[in-house]
């Protein structure tokens, strides 16, 4: 009989072991009937209970409360939730559920917002995924909650990633520092810390606590501030300065084309921005025959579209060089005139065949997104566009350097009647010389199809840039064009936040003319055919 006593109160431990996780994993019935009443006071309750509940889906519960996906039925007295991916559950329990038919979302103000977010930020400071642990982080130290305090001792002992270490120190430091019953030495510490970041939220903090601070706390706070508002000024020049190199590398797409025809021909070639809209719209219509025929390998219309841009544009050009301007030689006036009306022509057949509205080109994965450098956001869009114009500028150089066309070009340009005298063919030069220089206009085209409006308008945009930069660089050099597209850029962008993006542009131009009235050859002057006439 005792035996079998032993043996019953054995199974009846060992049923209360296993029952007991199973009702610490369930939220608290005062929590879902607070959830039910709806209420901004009833719902804080509710919040607090279920952060301090200890069930495993508890933050998910609270994550779906603060994106509205937490849902009651006061006709069922159910709570669910719906998972980022539509999946419904049962609130107390956790497990997969049917959405009541008169389910609605549980109401939140700002004030619940913010406490929601503490709460979720301290349930996943312990996670096991470094990135939830370092937006917990960032949670906590947005809310500053004074409760998170032991989870955050316990989260820093345990850390062992730098990045995320140094975020929940902050976090941890954020709130002793608007602690007033904390000892002063410890603010003093936290404030250090916190002036060490370096951003704007801790600019704030820092601003927030200076109010309340005195004696060696004060001046540390002072001095933090001070400190981080000289680096937001660096930050912010250099952010400037990184505008202008994305905007100068734009130019320079635009223009080396243009620098090449202007230099060995002496032709001023306005139908040059209908080329660079030619590229941006072979870039589309590459794009759409994969999106028809090879939608996932999107993200390779673009490379693809590169070479194909600069065979349709450079087949363009010579074209227009052997119908129109071969005939032209020797009168600038008469070519400005015949390729001014080429750019018309073009720009109507572009919309006869493609219509007036903007065509959609978007970007590749690989273009998608940004980064932090030195304080700046850097968009991958736009570093892509400068490493592929650095590039295009490094391929031209060497075909001018070494090929026999390069050479060619290079003597017409110095001497075009010895270079005749010596069985270079001049005309056909001219003609490889027009179509290069359209074919590069082509590729830029394919650059500025992501940053950009796709419209039959688009090369109007760039073209007086272009010239601009050519001949405030020195017509056909191009080292020259290199460094004029970027100072012009750097200096516009220096100029827009005094001026305007208007005035700044004004003010270049003003700037430009000055500057040619003393240089009229500009930065670096060539010799070629059209100083020499």
Sequence with gaps: MLVLLRRVLLLIGLLGTVAAPAIAQQLPDDAISRFLADSFPDTEAAIAATASSGAPHAAAVLQALGDRRLLASAATKAVVFRDPGGQAFDAKTGAPAEVPSDASAVRLNNRLRGIVQAAVGSLTLLSPDPQQRLRAAAAVFRSRDATALPTLTEAIAREQTPRVKRALEEARAAIVLLDTAAPEAQRVIAAGLIADGGDQDNLVLLRQALGSATGPLKAVIETGIAGIERAQQLRQIGQTIWFGISLGSVLLLAAIGLAITFGVMGVINMAHGEMVMIGAYVTFVTQEVFREWYPHQLDWSLPLAIPLAFLVTGFIGVLIERGVIRFLYGRPLETLLATFGVSLMLQQATRTWFGPTNREVSAPSYMAGSFEFLGMQITYGRLWIVVFTLVVFAVLLIV???????????????????????????????????????????????????????????????????????????????????????????????????AGAVLGKIAILVLLILFIQKRPRGLFALKGRAVEQ
């Design 400 to 498: 001018l350097k070494a090929t026999p066309l390069g050479l060619q070009m290079r003597a017409v340009t110095q001497n075009r009647r010895m270079a005749a005298s010596m069985g270079i063919r001049t005309r056909f030069v001219d003609a490889m010389t027009f179509g290069l220089g359209s074919g590069i206009a082509g590729i830029a085209g394919v650059a500025l199809s992501q940053i950009d409006n796709v419209s039959p308008n688009l090369g109007q945009n760039y073209i007086i840039d272009s010239f601009m930069v050519v001949v405030f660089g020195g017509v056909g050099n191009l080292w020259g064009t290199l460094i004029s597209a970027f100072t012009l850029g750097i200096a516009n962008k220096l100029l827009e936040p005094f």
